[in-house]
């Protein structure tokens, strides 16, 4: 299993997916288009992404090594019994999206409300990773992303990225290079975030998306934070600007895919009108700043102290948590059934009595 993350990260702004450019669903593709073939993807380069101070590391990695010194034997044993096992997607590209239920919805709100808590998130990002997940999927985990802004855009990615995963074995099937899950994100980058070889649809597993959307968000947030970031204009002129670490523009970057300025301006505004008002509903101010310990970082063992030794690992056992959390919600909910059922039928012999 991969403790790591891989070294080459990011282009296309932080990451590429869907966003919120237009709440009239207008096509996103000329936005992720652009950030590729623009030296925007330059100024946020992979290797710089990948250069992060010492002491803050183990904020941008996954989940370290627990025990480097494990022994071998006792490790392998321990492999053998282990077994990654996400949640899969809903549906695929060619099915419609299943109907949503609440439970459903429920169980995303559990799932974001947990993580956040183990993370460390502040209130505010996990107010504001609700807000991005019931705009682009209200709720429903496990989503591919069918609209056809997503389905090209996810095409032209792939064309432009499938050479990055080389040696990934579902490389040469475009259909599976999707825009999957909670966020609306772009398998062709997002996926550089979790492991180079691993299938893309791992981003319909909510917990990853979570943790996905958070490593990315790390990302936007040091690159804001580093000073001048090198843009070109449209003439191809190069030109500096330097933002300020808020909601908005972290969310710009992750799920806009921008953090240069671009000729579709007109449509960021329409992006940042629309969540400036989603924001201010959900509680939290859009133009309020962001800090890394904000952002919280990932935890490497279980609530019991039991150590997760990579990223698959803390997934599985996340899951484990909240599995363990509806399973007390259900017993307490069978014993106040069962209480009120004890409750009628102690009337109904009363009132037997009385007869």
């Not at 492999?79 to 899969?88: G, K, N, R, T």
């Not at 799920?255 to 959900?282: L, Q, W």
């Amino acid at each position: 299993m991969r403790s790591l993350l891989p070294a080459a990260l990011l282009c296309c702004g932080l990451v590429a997916c869907n966003g919120d450019a237009g709440e009239s669903e207008t096509n996103s593709l000329d936005l992720r288009d652009d950030a590729v073939e623009n030296s925007e993807a330059a100024s946020i380069a992979d290797d710089e992404l990948a250069n992060v101070d010492d002491e803050d590391a183990d904020e941008a990695a996954a989940v370290v090594d627990a025990d480097a010194g494990a022994d071998e034997a006792a490790a392998a044993a321990d492999d053998s019994d282990f077994e990654f096992a996400p949640h899969s997607c809903v549906h695929s590209v060619d099915e419609r999206r299943p109907r949503i239920t609440k439970s459903s919805q429920e169980r995303t709100k559990l799932v974001i409300r947990h993580v956040a808590k183990r993370l460390g998130l502040h209130n505010d990002f996990r107010k504001f990773l609700a807000l991005i997940a019931l705009r682009e999927s209200s709720y429903q985990a496990g989503l591919v992303h069918r609209l056809s802004p997503d389905l090209n855009a996810s095409y032209v990615s792939w064309r432009k990225m499938s050479t990055r995963y080389e040696d990934n074995p579902f490389a040469d099937d475009p259909t599976l290079w999707q825009t999957y899950g909670l966020f609306g994100m772009n398998s062709n980058y997002f996926t550089l975030l979790w492991d180079k070889s691993a299938d893309p649809r791992v981003l319909c597993d909510p917990i990853v998306d979570v943790l996905l959307y958070r490593r990315a968000a790390v990302r936007a947030l040091r690159k804001i934070n580093s000073g001048a970031i090198r843009c070109k204009d449209a003439s191809g002129e190069s030109f500096d600007i330097t933002l300020e670490p808020t909601w908005f523009n972290i969310h710009r970057a992750v799920s806009g895919g921008k953090i240069c300025p671009s000729k579709h301006e007109d449509r960021a505004a329409t992006m940042r009108k629309y969540f400036v008002a989603r924001a201010t509903r959900s509680g939290f101010d859009p133009d309020g700043v962001v800090t890394m310990k904000m952002l919280g970082k990932e935890p490497t063992e279980s609530e019991e102290g039991d150590a997760w030794d990579d990223q698959e690992r803390m997934v599985m056992g996340l899951w484990e948590e909240i599995e363990a959390i509806e399973n007390e919600e259900a017993e307490k909910l069978r014993a106040r059934e069962e209480a009120k059922a004890a409750r009628k039928a102690k009337r109904q012999r009363g009132g037997d009595d009385d007869e």
